[in-house]
């Protein structure tokens, strides 16, 4: 993860957003009213559901369908880039026209026929950045306590983003607790950054850690260009933690 993001980022990424929504999503959430989604190989996609099973994902920048049926196994799969949300929708076999909603911010659907622009290269930077941060957030579970109570990753389709939750005062009960996650980029940010959410006003310790309304951030420059990205990002999550943590 080197060097300045490709200047078809912006578009891919929205482009990107709209099929996890009205596409991915959908798909889960018409099969079982459930929507969250889950980092997979080379991109993001659904867990298994229904029968079969079945599993809807996005790697790199196809789209893919299956299905494991015994004794009748299939992928269906389309090029995102050029193709419609129409189109996509129907290699998922999902219904644009039936309502969904991921959460306030759900991204509209727009014309469903209008062509995605979805730059291969921009598509890797948003799907590698999906993997650091997932895989980061399993290194810093591994070293949390039990009692900590973390969520599951999940990434989250109304947002974008790859998160989970945890408590930082196990002893205490509510809402002390914090999101840990990284967005690929959104209307507050353009660029990919890293973020610690505490779910209350505690902004304890070093107060240039706490540089953002809801917490910290760390961007895409401070991690693309550090020795090890994946160190940094770790580090960045257990900073917050012990800061919170006292």
Do not use: C, K
Request: proline share 6%; net charge negative; glycine share 12%.
């Amino acid at each position: 993860m080197t060097g300045p993001l490709p200047s078809s980022y912006d578009t891919t990424r929205e482009g990107l957003h709209q099929v996890a929504v009205h596409v991915v999503a959908r798909a889960r959430a018409q099969a079982t009213g459930r929507f969250g989604l889950r980092v997979t190989a080379g991109g993001f996609g659904t867990p298994e559901f229904g029968t079969g099973p079945q599993r809807v994902r996005v790697s790199g920048s196809s789209l893919l369908a299956e299905s494991g049926a015994a004794g009748g196994a299939t992928t269906r799969a389309a090029i995102l880039d050029g193709s419609s949300l129409r189109e996509a929708a129907r290699i998922a076999e999902v219904d644009l026209a039936a309502g969904l909603s991921v959460g306030d911010d759900t991204p509209p659907l727009g014309d469903v026929d209008r062509r995605l622009s979805i730059d291969r290269t921009a598509a890797a930077v948003v799907t590698g950045w999906f993997t650091l941060v997932a895989e980061s957030l399993d290194a810093v579970v591994a070293e949390l306590d039990a009692s900590a109570a973390p969520t599951m990753v999940q990434l989250w389709p109304e947002h974008f983003d790859v998160a989970l939750d945890v408590a930082f005062d196990p002893a205490a009960a509510g809402e002390r607790r914090v999101n840990l996650g990284g967005s690929p980029g959104d209307g507050w940010r353009a660029e990919p950054y890293l973020y610690v959410g505490p779910w209350t006003a505690d902004r304890p310790g070093d107060p240039a850690f706490w540089n953002a309304p809801f917490g910290a951030v760390l961007g895409y420059e401070a991690v693309a260009s550090s020795d090890d990205a994946r160190a940094t990002t770790v580090a960045f999550f257990r900073r917050g933690l012990a800061l919170l943590s006292g």
